[in-house]
Protein backbone atom coordinates (compact mmCIF):
# COMPACT_ATOMS: atom_id res chain seq x y z
CA UNK A 1 0.00 0.00 0.00
CA UNK A 2 2.99 2.62 1.18
CA UNK A 3 4.66 1.46 -2.31
CA UNK A 4 1.14 2.08 -4.43
CA UNK A 5 1.05 5.86 -2.66
CA UNK A 6 4.52 6.69 -4.04
CA UNK A 7 3.90 5.53 -7.44
CA UNK A 8 0.81 7.86 -7.13
CA UNK A 9 2.52 11.28 -6.88
CA UNK A 10 4.58 10.57 -10.35
CA UNK A 11 1.58 9.62 -12.25
CA UNK A 12 -0.18 12.33 -10.69
CA UNK A 13 2.01 14.90 -11.71
CA UNK A 14 2.32 13.37 -14.69
CA UNK A 15 -1.52 13.20 -15.47
CA UNK A 16 -1.52 16.97 -13.98
CA UNK A 17 1.05 18.07 -17.07
CA UNK A 18 -0.63 16.35 -19.28
CA UNK A 19 -4.21 17.40 -18.53
CA UNK A 20 -2.53 20.97 -18.21
CA UNK A 21 -0.76 20.34 -22.33
CA UNK A 22 -4.11 19.33 -23.73
CA UNK A 23 -5.88 22.37 -21.86
CA UNK A 24 -3.43 24.69 -23.50
CA UNK A 25 -3.46 23.26 -26.71
CA UNK A 26 -7.25 23.75 -26.89
CA UNK A 27 -6.41 27.03 -25.80
CA UNK A 28 -4.38 27.78 -28.98
CA UNK A 29 -5.95 26.65 -31.36
CA UNK A 30 -9.04 28.17 -30.33
CA UNK A 31 -7.04 31.70 -29.48
CA UNK A 32 -6.35 31.29 -33.29
CA UNK A 33 -9.09 30.28 -35.24
CA UNK A 34 -7.91 26.84 -36.44
CA UNK A 35 -7.88 25.80 -39.28
CA UNK A 36 -7.80 28.94 -41.04
CA UNK A 37 -4.50 30.57 -41.54
CA UNK A 38 -3.39 33.55 -39.22
CA UNK A 39 -1.39 36.13 -41.15
CA UNK A 40 1.17 37.45 -39.57
CA UNK A 41 0.13 40.63 -39.06
CA UNK A 42 -1.66 39.09 -35.96
CA UNK A 43 1.97 38.47 -34.27
CA UNK A 44 1.13 37.52 -30.83
CA UNK A 45 -1.46 34.69 -32.92
CA UNK A 46 1.04 33.84 -35.52
CA UNK A 47 3.95 33.00 -32.99
CA UNK A 48 0.89 31.00 -31.08
CA UNK A 49 0.41 28.98 -34.04
CA UNK A 50 3.93 28.47 -35.20
CA UNK A 51 5.55 27.86 -31.57
CA UNK A 52 3.42 26.74 -29.09
CA UNK A 53 1.44 24.21 -30.42
CA UNK A 54 5.03 22.27 -31.19
CA UNK A 55 5.92 23.30 -27.58
CA UNK A 56 3.11 22.26 -26.06
CA UNK A 57 3.45 18.66 -27.49
CA UNK A 58 7.04 18.67 -26.28
CA UNK A 59 5.88 19.45 -22.62
CA UNK A 60 3.83 16.25 -22.71
CA UNK A 61 6.58 14.45 -24.71
CA UNK A 62 9.10 15.41 -22.39
CA UNK A 63 7.01 14.37 -18.53
CA UNK A 64 6.16 11.01 -20.58
CA UNK A 65 10.20 10.44 -20.93
CA UNK A 66 11.28 11.52 -17.67
CA UNK A 67 8.54 9.03 -16.13
CA UNK A 68 10.00 6.06 -18.03
CA UNK A 69 12.97 5.91 -15.94
CA UNK A 70 11.58 4.56 -12.73
CA UNK A 71 15.09 3.92 -11.16
CA UNK A 72 15.57 5.56 -7.94
CA UNK A 73 18.15 7.75 -8.40
CA UNK A 74 19.45 10.37 -5.91
CA UNK A 75 19.61 14.06 -7.57
CA UNK A 76 20.72 15.17 -4.26
CA UNK A 77 24.69 15.43 -5.29
CA UNK A 78 23.83 17.52 -8.68
CA UNK A 79 21.26 19.57 -6.84
CA UNK A 80 23.75 20.67 -4.47
CA UNK A 81 26.75 20.83 -7.10
CA UNK A 82 24.53 23.76 -8.70
CA UNK A 83 24.28 25.47 -5.02
CA UNK A 84 27.56 25.33 -4.50
CA UNK A 85 28.55 26.69 -7.61
CA UNK A 86 25.81 29.85 -8.50
CA UNK A 87 28.20 32.65 -9.76
CA UNK A 88 30.00 29.81 -12.04
CA UNK A 89 26.62 28.39 -13.69
CA UNK A 90 25.55 32.29 -14.17
CA UNK A 91 28.97 33.40 -15.68
CA UNK A 92 28.40 30.17 -18.54
CA UNK A 93 24.63 31.34 -18.83
CA UNK A 94 25.79 35.03 -19.74
CA UNK A 95 28.50 33.31 -22.22
CA UNK A 96 25.97 31.19 -24.11
CA UNK A 97 22.98 34.15 -23.88
CA UNK A 98 25.87 36.48 -25.27
CA UNK A 99 26.39 33.76 -28.76
CA UNK A 100 23.04 33.27 -28.64
CA UNK A 101 22.05 36.82 -29.16
CA UNK A 102 24.78 37.56 -31.48
CA UNK A 103 23.85 34.23 -34.08
CA UNK A 104 20.39 33.39 -32.97
CA UNK A 105 18.43 36.43 -33.36
CA UNK A 106 21.67 38.51 -35.24
CA UNK A 107 21.42 41.21 -33.02
CA UNK A 108 18.11 42.25 -33.92
CA UNK A 109 16.01 44.53 -32.00
CA UNK A 110 13.09 42.92 -33.30
CA UNK A 111 9.66 45.13 -32.02
CA UNK A 112 9.30 48.67 -31.95
CA UNK A 113 9.72 48.70 -28.00
CA UNK A 114 12.91 46.94 -28.26
CA UNK A 115 14.41 49.58 -31.05
CA UNK A 116 13.25 52.48 -28.64
CA UNK A 117 15.20 51.45 -26.22
CA UNK A 118 18.18 50.77 -27.90
CA UNK A 119 17.92 54.29 -29.74
CA UNK A 120 17.74 56.01 -26.59
CA UNK A 121 20.23 54.07 -24.98
CA UNK A 122 22.36 55.18 -27.94
CA UNK A 123 21.86 59.01 -27.32
CA UNK A 124 22.47 58.16 -23.96
CA UNK A 125 25.88 57.03 -24.64
CA UNK A 126 26.90 60.08 -27.00
CA UNK A 127 26.16 62.46 -23.78
CA UNK A 128 23.26 63.91 -25.39
CA UNK A 129 19.46 63.34 -24.12
CA UNK A 130 17.79 63.50 -27.66
CA UNK A 131 19.11 62.17 -31.40
CA UNK A 132 19.71 65.03 -34.35
CA UNK A 133 18.26 63.76 -37.82
CA UNK A 134 18.21 66.52 -40.93
CA UNK A 135 14.69 68.49 -40.23
CA UNK A 136 13.14 67.84 -43.69
CA UNK A 137 14.09 63.78 -43.20
CA UNK A 138 13.13 63.46 -39.95
CA UNK A 139 9.65 61.76 -40.60
CA UNK A 140 10.75 59.41 -42.81
CA UNK A 141 14.01 58.19 -40.93
CA UNK A 142 11.31 57.78 -38.29
CA UNK A 143 8.53 55.37 -38.80
CA UNK A 144 5.40 57.05 -39.34
CA UNK A 145 3.22 54.86 -36.63
CA UNK A 146 5.82 56.26 -33.91
CA UNK A 147 6.06 59.96 -34.77
CA UNK A 148 4.05 61.26 -31.86
CA UNK A 149 3.12 58.15 -30.19
CA UNK A 150 6.26 56.78 -28.87
CA UNK A 151 8.91 58.77 -30.21
CA UNK A 152 8.58 62.44 -30.53
CA UNK A 153 10.19 64.90 -33.21
CA UNK A 154 11.13 67.93 -33.09
CA UNK A 155 10.57 70.85 -35.71
CA UNK A 156 14.76 71.36 -35.51
CA UNK A 157 15.06 67.38 -35.81
CA UNK A 158 15.49 66.42 -32.16
CA UNK A 159 14.65 63.39 -31.51
CA UNK A 160 14.11 60.95 -28.74
CA UNK A 161 12.41 57.69 -27.19
CA UNK A 162 8.51 58.37 -25.24
CA UNK A 163 9.19 55.50 -23.15
CA UNK A 164 10.71 56.26 -19.70
CA UNK A 165 14.23 56.45 -19.74
CA UNK A 166 15.11 54.00 -16.92
CA UNK A 167 16.23 50.65 -19.42
CA UNK A 168 17.64 52.68 -21.82
CA UNK A 169 19.73 53.87 -19.22
CA UNK A 170 20.66 50.18 -18.18
CA UNK A 171 21.52 49.88 -21.36
CA UNK A 172 23.51 52.73 -22.27
CA UNK A 173 27.11 51.73 -20.85
CA UNK A 174 26.86 48.61 -22.96
CA UNK A 175 25.69 51.01 -26.10
CA UNK A 176 29.02 53.05 -25.22
CA UNK A 177 31.40 50.16 -25.32
CA UNK A 178 29.89 48.88 -29.01
CA UNK A 179 27.83 45.57 -26.65
CA UNK A 180 24.11 46.79 -25.94
CA UNK A 181 23.30 42.89 -26.92
CA UNK A 182 25.61 42.09 -23.67
CA UNK A 183 22.93 43.70 -21.15
CA UNK A 184 19.95 41.58 -21.00
CA UNK A 185 22.02 38.35 -20.98
CA UNK A 186 23.82 39.85 -18.11
CA UNK A 187 20.36 40.61 -16.23
CA UNK A 188 19.47 36.87 -16.79
CA UNK A 189 22.72 35.57 -15.70
CA UNK A 190 22.29 38.27 -12.42
CA UNK A 191 19.04 37.10 -11.85
CA UNK A 192 19.94 33.39 -11.66
CA UNK A 193 21.89 33.92 -9.15
CA UNK A 194 18.98 36.07 -6.79
CA UNK A 195 16.41 33.24 -7.43
CA UNK A 196 19.50 30.60 -6.25
CA UNK A 197 19.22 33.38 -2.63
CA UNK A 198 16.30 33.83 -2.48
CA UNK A 199 15.33 30.42 -2.45
CA UNK A 200 17.97 29.03 -0.12
CA UNK A 201 17.16 32.30 1.89
CA UNK A 202 13.30 31.09 1.87
CA UNK A 203 13.97 27.69 2.73
CA UNK A 204 16.91 27.82 5.40
CA UNK A 205 18.52 25.10 2.56
CA UNK A 206 21.14 25.98 0.17
CA UNK A 207 20.13 23.20 -1.88
CA UNK A 208 16.71 25.40 -2.73
CA UNK A 209 19.31 27.32 -4.59
CA UNK A 210 20.30 24.48 -7.26
CA UNK A 211 17.11 23.73 -7.69
CA UNK A 212 15.85 27.33 -8.09
CA UNK A 213 18.73 27.85 -10.93
CA UNK A 214 17.62 24.14 -12.89
CA UNK A 215 14.49 25.65 -12.89
CA UNK A 216 14.90 28.62 -14.60
CA UNK A 217 17.60 27.38 -16.78
CA UNK A 218 15.19 24.35 -17.45
CA UNK A 219 12.86 26.87 -18.94
CA UNK A 220 13.25 28.48 -23.11
CA UNK A 221 11.05 31.44 -21.07
CA UNK A 222 13.75 32.75 -18.95
CA UNK A 223 16.22 32.22 -21.59
CA UNK A 224 14.70 33.57 -24.75
CA UNK A 225 12.87 36.98 -23.11
CA UNK A 226 16.92 37.81 -22.32
CA UNK A 227 17.11 37.27 -26.15
CA UNK A 228 15.51 40.58 -26.74
CA UNK A 229 15.98 44.45 -26.40
CA UNK A 230 12.90 44.03 -24.02
CA UNK A 231 12.68 45.82 -20.60
CA UNK A 232 11.16 42.58 -19.04
CA UNK A 233 14.55 40.91 -17.72
CA UNK A 234 15.17 44.18 -16.28
CA UNK A 235 11.95 44.43 -14.83
CA UNK A 236 12.65 40.76 -13.33
CA UNK A 237 15.84 41.00 -12.17
CA UNK A 238 15.06 44.65 -10.40
CA UNK A 239 11.73 43.16 -8.91
CA UNK A 240 13.72 40.23 -7.60
CA UNK A 241 16.32 42.41 -5.79
CA UNK A 242 13.75 44.34 -4.85
CA UNK A 243 11.97 41.61 -2.86
CA UNK A 244 15.67 40.46 -1.83
CA UNK A 245 16.07 43.87 0.09
CA UNK A 246 13.07 43.71 1.62
CA UNK A 247 13.67 40.03 3.34
CA UNK A 248 14.91 42.43 6.45
CA UNK A 249 13.07 45.42 6.79
CA UNK A 250 16.05 47.62 8.28
CA UNK A 251 15.51 51.44 7.24
CA UNK A 252 19.09 51.33 4.77
CA UNK A 253 17.15 48.15 3.15
CA UNK A 254 14.04 49.98 2.80
CA UNK A 255 15.45 52.83 1.53
CA UNK A 256 17.62 51.11 -1.12
CA UNK A 257 14.60 48.67 -1.51
CA UNK A 258 12.60 52.08 -2.72
CA UNK A 259 15.51 52.98 -4.77
CA UNK A 260 15.51 49.75 -6.72
CA UNK A 261 11.66 49.70 -6.80
CA UNK A 262 12.46 53.84 -8.72
CA UNK A 263 14.46 52.72 -11.02
CA UNK A 264 11.77 49.36 -11.83
CA UNK A 265 8.98 51.80 -12.15
CA UNK A 266 10.55 54.12 -14.38
CA UNK A 267 12.44 51.25 -17.20
CA UNK A 268 9.67 52.00 -19.40
CA UNK A 269 6.35 52.06 -17.92
CA UNK A 270 5.42 51.93 -14.01
CA UNK A 271 2.93 49.24 -14.34
CA UNK A 272 4.82 45.93 -13.72
CA UNK A 273 6.82 47.20 -10.92
CA UNK A 274 3.52 48.29 -9.24
CA UNK A 275 2.11 45.22 -9.49
CA UNK A 276 4.82 43.02 -8.05
CA UNK A 277 5.73 45.71 -5.19
CA UNK A 278 1.75 46.07 -4.07
CA UNK A 279 1.74 42.80 -1.69
CA UNK A 280 5.06 43.84 -0.67
CA UNK A 281 4.13 47.12 0.01
CA UNK A 282 0.71 45.82 2.05
CA UNK A 283 2.35 43.46 3.87
CA UNK A 284 4.56 46.27 5.21
CA UNK A 285 1.55 48.98 6.01
CA UNK A 286 0.07 45.82 8.17
CA UNK A 287 3.37 45.92 10.52
CA UNK A 288 3.91 47.51 13.56
CA UNK A 289 5.94 51.25 13.25
CA UNK A 290 4.41 50.89 9.84
CA UNK A 291 4.50 54.66 9.60
CA UNK A 292 8.60 54.59 9.63
CA UNK A 293 8.76 51.62 7.64
CA UNK A 294 6.71 53.11 4.84
CA UNK A 295 8.87 56.37 5.09
CA UNK A 296 11.76 54.61 4.55
CA UNK A 297 10.54 52.99 1.78
CA UNK A 298 8.76 56.58 -0.28
CA UNK A 299 12.13 58.46 0.77
CA UNK A 300 14.22 55.79 -1.63
CA UNK A 301 11.13 55.65 -4.48
CA UNK A 302 10.94 59.46 -4.28
CA UNK A 303 14.10 60.82 -5.47
CA UNK A 304 14.56 59.09 -9.09
CA UNK A 305 10.80 58.60 -9.69
CA UNK A 306 10.47 62.45 -9.89
CA UNK A 307 13.70 62.78 -11.90
CA UNK A 308 13.42 60.19 -14.63
CA UNK A 309 9.84 59.85 -14.47
CA UNK A 310 8.11 63.39 -14.12
CA UNK A 311 11.43 65.02 -14.96
CA UNK A 312 11.45 63.10 -18.41
CA UNK A 313 7.83 63.85 -19.52
CA UNK A 314 8.39 67.38 -18.96
CA UNK A 315 11.79 67.07 -20.77
CA UNK A 316 9.89 65.82 -23.77
CA UNK A 317 7.06 68.49 -23.27
CA UNK A 318 9.72 71.25 -23.43
CA UNK A 319 11.57 69.25 -26.63
CA UNK A 320 8.27 68.82 -28.44
CA UNK A 321 7.52 72.61 -28.43
CA UNK A 322 3.73 74.03 -28.72
CA UNK A 323 1.86 71.74 -30.64
CA UNK A 324 -1.77 71.21 -30.21
CA UNK A 325 -1.02 66.98 -30.37
CA UNK A 326 -0.93 65.26 -27.68
CA UNK A 327 0.54 63.63 -24.87
CA UNK A 328 3.22 66.78 -24.93
CA UNK A 329 1.81 69.81 -25.89
CA UNK A 330 2.56 72.81 -24.11
CA UNK A 331 0.29 74.97 -22.93
CA UNK A 332 0.63 78.37 -21.44
CA UNK A 333 -0.46 78.76 -18.15
CA UNK A 334 0.00 76.83 -15.31
CA UNK A 335 -3.91 75.93 -14.83
CA UNK A 336 -3.97 74.85 -18.76
CA UNK A 337 -0.54 72.30 -17.77
CA UNK A 338 -2.34 70.79 -15.42
CA UNK A 339 -5.41 70.28 -17.29
CA UNK A 340 -3.59 69.13 -20.45
CA UNK A 341 -1.92 66.78 -17.99
CA UNK A 342 -4.99 65.14 -16.54
CA UNK A 343 -6.57 64.83 -19.77
CA UNK A 344 -4.25 62.87 -21.24
CA UNK A 345 -3.99 60.81 -18.05
CA UNK A 346 -7.21 59.91 -18.23
CA UNK A 347 -6.48 59.25 -22.10
CA UNK A 348 -3.93 56.81 -21.72
CA UNK A 349 -5.88 54.67 -19.11
CA UNK A 350 -9.09 54.49 -21.00
CA UNK A 351 -6.68 53.63 -24.01
CA UNK A 352 -4.69 50.88 -21.93
CA UNK A 353 -7.02 49.56 -19.01
CA UNK A 354 -10.70 48.68 -19.62
CA UNK A 355 -13.16 46.31 -18.46
CA UNK A 356 -11.97 42.40 -19.52
CA UNK A 357 -13.78 41.48 -22.64
CA UNK A 358 -13.96 38.34 -24.36
CA UNK A 359 -10.93 39.06 -26.34
CA UNK A 360 -8.76 40.27 -23.43
CA UNK A 361 -9.60 37.33 -21.57
CA UNK A 362 -8.59 35.12 -24.57
CA UNK A 363 -5.17 36.86 -24.75
CA UNK A 364 -4.58 36.22 -21.27
CA UNK A 365 -5.62 32.68 -21.50
CA UNK A 366 -3.24 32.22 -24.52
CA UNK A 367 -0.39 34.20 -22.58
CA UNK A 368 -0.69 31.65 -19.59
CA UNK A 369 -0.68 28.95 -22.50
CA UNK A 370 2.93 30.53 -23.37
CA UNK A 371 3.85 30.89 -19.96
CA UNK A 372 3.09 26.97 -19.46
CA UNK A 373 4.79 25.98 -22.95
CA UNK A 374 7.82 28.03 -22.21
CA UNK A 375 9.02 26.32 -18.90
CA UNK A 376 9.97 23.52 -17.33
CA UNK A 377 7.05 21.14 -17.47
CA UNK A 378 4.67 21.22 -14.52
CA UNK A 379 6.55 24.08 -13.39
CA UNK A 380 3.77 26.59 -12.38
CA UNK A 381 2.00 23.00 -10.64
CA UNK A 382 5.17 23.30 -8.35
CA UNK A 383 4.92 26.61 -7.62
CA UNK A 384 1.30 26.34 -6.30
CA UNK A 385 2.32 23.53 -4.53
CA UNK A 386 5.64 25.14 -2.68
CA UNK A 387 3.17 27.92 -2.02
CA UNK A 388 0.41 25.92 -0.71
CA UNK A 389 3.16 23.84 1.58
CA UNK A 390 4.75 27.17 3.39
CA UNK A 391 1.96 29.51 2.40
CA UNK A 392 2.21 31.02 6.21
CA UNK A 393 5.65 32.04 5.63
CA UNK A 394 5.16 35.74 4.72
CA UNK A 395 7.89 36.31 2.15
CA UNK A 396 6.56 32.95 0.43
CA UNK A 397 3.18 34.09 0.44
CA UNK A 398 4.09 37.68 -0.69
CA UNK A 399 6.24 36.34 -3.68
CA UNK A 400 2.78 34.44 -4.73
CA UNK A 401 0.73 36.94 -4.53
CA UNK A 402 3.27 39.19 -6.73
CA UNK A 403 2.65 36.55 -9.31
CA UNK A 404 -1.49 36.78 -8.55
CA UNK A 405 -0.94 40.61 -8.68
CA UNK A 406 0.70 40.47 -12.12
CA UNK A 407 -1.22 38.20 -14.02
CA UNK A 408 -5.17 39.69 -12.28
CA UNK A 409 -3.67 43.42 -13.24
CA UNK A 410 -3.14 42.32 -16.81
CA UNK A 411 -6.67 41.31 -17.59
CA UNK A 412 -7.59 44.79 -17.31
CA UNK A 413 -4.89 45.86 -20.30
CA UNK A 414 -7.15 45.37 -23.24
CA UNK A 415 -4.46 44.24 -25.82
CA UNK A 416 -1.84 40.86 -25.81
CA UNK A 417 1.69 41.06 -26.10
CA UNK A 418 2.57 40.71 -29.32
CA UNK A 419 6.43 40.40 -29.84
CA UNK A 420 8.25 38.29 -27.22
CA UNK A 421 9.38 34.80 -26.41
CA UNK A 422 7.68 33.12 -23.81
CA UNK A 423 4.92 35.44 -21.73
CA UNK A 424 6.31 38.79 -22.12
CA UNK A 425 3.67 40.49 -19.76
CA UNK A 426 4.22 37.76 -16.49
CA UNK A 427 7.52 37.93 -17.08
CA UNK A 428 8.72 40.79 -14.61
CA UNK A 429 6.94 38.90 -11.40
CA UNK A 430 8.17 35.22 -13.09
CA UNK A 431 11.00 34.79 -10.75
CA UNK A 432 8.83 33.44 -8.85
CA UNK A 433 7.97 29.87 -10.15
CA UNK A 434 11.23 29.04 -9.84
CA UNK A 435 11.60 29.70 -6.21
CA UNK A 436 8.39 28.83 -5.31
CA UNK A 437 8.86 25.62 -6.77
CA UNK A 438 12.15 25.06 -5.21
CA UNK A 439 10.38 25.85 -1.88
CA UNK A 440 7.91 22.73 -2.87
CA UNK A 441 11.08 20.18 -3.85
CA UNK A 442 12.63 21.51 -0.05
CA UNK A 443 9.40 20.22 1.81
CA UNK A 444 9.33 17.63 4.53
CA UNK A 445 7.80 14.39 3.47
CA UNK A 446 8.76 10.87 3.84
CA UNK A 447 12.33 9.99 2.44
CA UNK A 448 10.82 7.53 0.04
CA UNK A 449 8.29 9.74 -1.40
CA UNK A 450 11.21 12.93 -1.44
CA UNK A 451 13.15 11.03 -3.78
CA UNK A 452 10.99 9.22 -6.35
CA UNK A 453 9.30 12.67 -6.64
CA UNK A 454 12.38 14.97 -6.93
CA UNK A 455 13.95 12.29 -9.30
CA UNK A 456 11.00 12.83 -11.60
CA UNK A 457 11.26 15.89 -11.16
CA UNK A 458 14.92 16.87 -12.04
CA UNK A 459 14.74 14.03 -15.16
CA UNK A 460 12.06 16.89 -16.21
CA UNK A 461 13.86 19.60 -15.83
CA UNK A 462 17.05 18.05 -17.38
CA UNK A 463 14.97 17.00 -20.42
CA UNK A 464 13.53 20.64 -20.45
CA UNK A 465 16.72 22.16 -20.44
CA UNK A 466 18.51 20.19 -22.96
CA UNK A 467 15.27 19.58 -25.98
CA UNK A 468 12.81 22.55 -24.84
CA UNK A 469 15.71 25.11 -25.24
CA UNK A 470 17.12 23.66 -28.58
CA UNK A 471 13.56 23.53 -30.15
CA UNK A 472 12.94 27.63 -28.67
CA UNK A 473 16.12 28.87 -30.11
CA UNK A 474 15.06 27.01 -33.52
CA UNK A 475 11.90 28.60 -33.66
CA UNK A 476 13.70 31.97 -32.59
CA UNK A 477 16.52 32.03 -35.41
CA UNK A 478 13.91 30.67 -37.84
CA UNK A 479 11.38 33.31 -37.14
CA UNK A 480 14.12 36.32 -36.87
CA UNK A 481 15.51 35.26 -40.50
CA UNK A 482 12.19 34.90 -41.69
CA UNK A 483 11.79 38.59 -40.39
CA UNK A 484 14.62 39.80 -41.68
CA UNK A 485 14.46 38.31 -45.16
CA UNK A 486 11.18 40.32 -45.71
CA UNK A 487 13.98 43.89 -45.84
CA UNK A 488 15.16 44.64 -49.46
CA UNK A 489 19.06 42.91 -49.12
CA UNK A 490 21.64 45.32 -48.77
CA UNK A 491 24.85 44.86 -48.06
CA UNK A 492 26.23 45.93 -44.34
CA UNK A 493 29.25 48.09 -43.35
CA UNK A 494 28.27 49.78 -47.28
CA UNK A 495 26.95 53.65 -47.69
CA UNK A 496 23.28 53.02 -48.78
CA UNK A 497 19.79 54.46 -47.94
CA UNK A 498 16.97 51.22 -48.23
CA UNK A 499 13.70 52.12 -48.22
CA UNK A 500 10.93 49.68 -46.86
CA UNK A 501 8.16 49.97 -48.76
CA UNK A 502 4.50 50.17 -46.02
CA UNK A 503 4.06 46.28 -45.17
CA UNK A 504 1.65 46.45 -42.36
CA UNK A 505 0.80 42.15 -42.49
CA UNK A 506 4.92 41.88 -42.16
CA UNK A 507 5.41 45.03 -39.44
CA UNK A 508 7.41 46.46 -42.00
CA UNK A 509 7.23 49.60 -40.37
CA UNK A 510 9.76 48.23 -37.76
CA UNK A 511 12.17 47.70 -40.17
CA UNK A 512 13.11 51.57 -40.11
CA UNK A 513 15.69 51.89 -37.32
CA UNK A 514 18.22 54.22 -37.43
CA UNK A 515 21.28 55.13 -35.24
CA UNK A 516 20.31 59.09 -33.55
CA UNK A 517 23.12 60.48 -35.41
CA UNK A 518 23.14 58.62 -38.58
CA UNK A 519 26.80 57.07 -37.85
CA UNK A 520 25.66 53.94 -39.33
CA UNK A 521 26.92 53.22 -42.98
CA UNK A 522 23.19 51.81 -44.02
CA UNK A 523 20.28 54.27 -43.16
CA UNK A 524 16.21 53.20 -43.56
CA UNK A 525 13.63 55.47 -44.90
CA UNK A 526 9.87 54.69 -45.23
CA UNK A 527 9.07 54.62 -48.82
CA UNK A 528 6.58 56.95 -50.23
CA UNK A 529 7.10 55.76 -53.43
CA UNK A 530 10.05 55.22 -55.60
CA UNK A 531 9.60 57.88 -57.74
CA UNK A 532 8.86 60.36 -54.54
CA UNK A 533 11.92 58.81 -53.01
CA UNK A 534 14.08 59.50 -55.81
CA UNK A 535 13.10 63.03 -56.39
CA UNK A 536 12.56 64.09 -52.46
CA UNK A 537 16.02 62.34 -51.35
CA UNK A 538 18.34 60.91 -53.63
CA UNK A 539 18.47 63.32 -56.42
CA UNK A 540 18.91 66.56 -54.74
CA UNK A 541 20.77 64.92 -52.02
CA UNK A 542 23.00 61.67 -53.84
CA UNK A 543 22.84 62.45 -57.73
CA UNK A 544 25.66 59.76 -58.19
CA UNK A 545 24.07 57.52 -56.03
CA UNK A 546 22.89 54.06 -58.12
CA UNK A 547 20.49 51.68 -57.45
CA UNK A 548 20.95 48.15 -56.93
CA UNK A 549 17.67 46.46 -55.59
CA UNK A 550 13.79 47.47 -56.31
CA UNK A 551 11.30 45.23 -55.72
CA UNK A 552 8.23 44.68 -53.57
CA UNK A 553 9.99 45.06 -50.51
CA UNK A 554 11.19 48.26 -51.26
CA UNK A 555 14.43 50.02 -52.74
CA UNK A 556 18.47 49.95 -51.91
CA UNK A 557 20.37 52.91 -53.54
CA UNK A 558 24.28 52.45 -53.18
CA UNK A 559 26.15 55.91 -52.19
CA UNK A 560 29.30 54.73 -52.63
Given at each position: MHANYLIRWDRLLLAAIAAASLLSLIVILDKTGYPYAVLRFWVFDHLL????????????????????????????????????????????????????????????????????????????????????????????????????????????????????????????????????????????????????????????????????????????????????????????????????????????????????????????????????????????????????????????????????GLGWWLFLRDMQGRTEVLPYAVPASLAERLANGAWYLFLQLQTVFTLPGEYTLMSRAAELARLWSWAVPGLPLLAVAGWWIARRQAAVSLFAASLACTLLGYLFVDFDQGYGWGARYVHPAWGALPILAAVAMLSPADAETSLRLRGYVARLALLSLVFANALRLFQIHLFMDEQLALRPPFENGRRQIVFISVNLPAYAQDFVQNDPFLRDPVIFMLSRGAKRDYEEVIRPRFPHARRTYDGLSGQVWRLD
Open positions: RTQDIAGSILVLALALAAYLPRSRDSVTAFIALLSRHAWPLAGLTFVALCVAMLTAVHNHALAGDEHLALFQSRVFAAGHLTGKYPPELALRLVPTDYVWRWMIVSQSGAVAAAYWPGFALLVAPFSLIGAPWACNPLLASLSLVLMAKLAARLTGSAQAGGWAMLFALGSPGFLGMALSYFSMTAHLFLNLLFAWLLLERTPRRLAAAGAVGSLALVLNNPVPHMLFALPWILYIARQPQSARGLGALAAGYVPLTLLL
